[in-house]
């Protein structure tokens, strides 16, 4: 993980899962080591309680206002992070909404949603969910949580014609955007 206090920006390292090329998913990038690491698009090699951490270190600010209970109702809040992802022999860096598609056409919207005690006693791996979450670090403010496994609202899915194989290494940037 690469922590660029300066520019507030943090990039980790992952891999690309073809299986969510191909069927939808709720996990944009996750701990490879965390009980959810099979179940992203990007399988990260980065954990998610040092990543919490490392939003901290670059002054973003969490919303705090995600709980279990609340979270079928609920819109994450906090810092606007812009999410990019490259690749060796990529044409540039790829903005999240470039390389993972919402089957409704919505724009993914990322905030940091912080969720540190739960992320920890979960140990998911959830580092960045593409509904709300109250688990994640960071989720899609867009959606409510359960409004893909639940509700079925919505399916994402990586965009294969632009995505590299299965496997590939890609390098991920956070950076804050408010």
């Not at 490879?32 to 690491?37: D, E, I, N, S, V």
């Not at 606007?80 to 919402?102: P, R």
């Not at 965009?159 to 956070?174: A, E, Q, Y």
């Amino acid at each position: 993980m690469i922590v660029d206090e300066a520019s507030k920006t943090i990039t980790i390292l992952a891999k690309v899962n073809g299986k969510y090329l191909e069927e939808s998913t709720r996990h944009a990038v996750v701990f490879g080591q965390g009980k959810f690491g099979e179940k992203s698009v990007f399988t990260s090699l980065a954990n998610q309680n040092d990543f919490y951490k490392a939003m901290i270190k670059i002054g973003a600010k969490p919303g705090n206002n995600m709980t279990l209970k609340n979270g079928p109702e609920t819109h994450v809040e906090g810092d606007k992070i812009a999410i990019s992802v490259t690749w060796e022999g990529a044409s540039k860096n790829h903005d999240i909404n470039e390389v993972i598609k919402d089957s409704n056409g919505k724009l993914i919207d990322m905030r940091f949603g912080g969720n540190e005690a739960t992320a920890m006693s979960f140990n998911t791996g959830c580092i960045a969910c593409l509904d709300s979450c109250p688990v994640g670090i960071i989720s899609n403010h867009s959606y409510t949580y359960g409004a893909v496994e639940n509700k079925k609202e919505v399916e994402f899915r990586g965009i294969k014609n632009v995505l590299p194989k299965d496997g590939t290494p890609v390098s991920i940037s956070f950076k804050v955007a408010n």
